[in-house]
């Protein structure tokens, strides 16, 4: 049995070119959004007022003040993330992001590489058991002794079907959610606003939040100002008060 750790993580931007031109091979999150305003700056046609920190300026006062988030849509950020099928399931209820996702349909884990699972770290606290076993241990490593025998299972299953002469397709019917699925999601940086106020709330579910909360740090470190009032495990009906 193979676990992973999930993750979720910022992919650097793909080289390309400004829309007046210049180059931006190495781009980064403030290159992002220096672009972000130059495109802004077009509906008064002052972009040849653009300086090396006038961004600063449209951003808080075009974007955050006055609250026109629709030029932040002009530049996108793409994200590597490892998690399970059912953290992916959720993931992809986003419909405005653009998502590939490995295929177990395409993918023979028998031949290119085996299954891998995520391990809900959830499993380890045993406030949420009953009260049937002896000890809050016994509870927790009952719990642990369940979920690696299934998974087991499954895994052994699936490769009893490929042996049999079945597609990959047909036997990935044995996966459980807890199968490692890797996701690639493109967004603008708007999207990406309302994706971490709704998947870092206090209600998000703890596999998401494992790597929605050090993707939004990564964010605010590398992307000034636009997601620096987001607040991890901040209830959501407070959270979606914010401008998104």
């Known amino acids: 049995m193979k676990l992973i750790t999930p993750y979720a993580k910022m992919l650097p931007p793909h080289p390309g070119r400004r829309a007046d031109g210049e180059s931006f091979d190495n781009m980064d999150g403030l290159a992002l959004l220096k672009h972000v305003e130059w495109c802004a700056r077009i509906s008064h046609r002052s972009e040849d007022a653009v300086t090396m920190d006038s961004w600063q300026r449209i951003i808080k006062s075009v974007v955050l003040d006055h609250g026109d988030w629709s030029v932040t849509e002009h530049a996108s950020v793409s994200v590597d993330a490892y998690v399970d099928r059912g953290i992916t399931h959720e993931w992809v209820r986003h419909r405005l992001f653009a998502y590939t996702q490995e295929s177990t349909r395409f993918v023979n884990y028998e031949k290119k590489m085996p299954p891998a699972f995520v391990y ?99 964010f605010q470190e590398k992307i000034p100002l636009l997601y620096d009032d987001i607040e991890p495990d901040q209830k959501q009906s407070e959270a979606m008060k914010k401008a998104r």
């Open 120 to 218: 809900p770290e959830t499993l380890d606290n045993t406030t949420q058991a009953g009260d049937w076993l002896r000890s809050p241990n016994d509870r927790r490593d009952k719990a642990q002794q369940t979920w690696r025998r299934v998974i087991e299972i499954c895994e052994d299953g699936y490769r009893e079907l490929l042996a049999c002469g079945y597609a990959p397709q047909i036997a990935r019917s044995l996966f459980p959610n807890a199968l490692a699925s890797r996701l690639i999601i493109t967004g603008n940086l708007r999207n990406w606003r309302h994706f971490f106020i709704m998947r870092t709330s206090k209600e998000a579910h703890p596999q998401m939040k494992q790597v929605t909360i050090p993707l939004l740090k990564e």
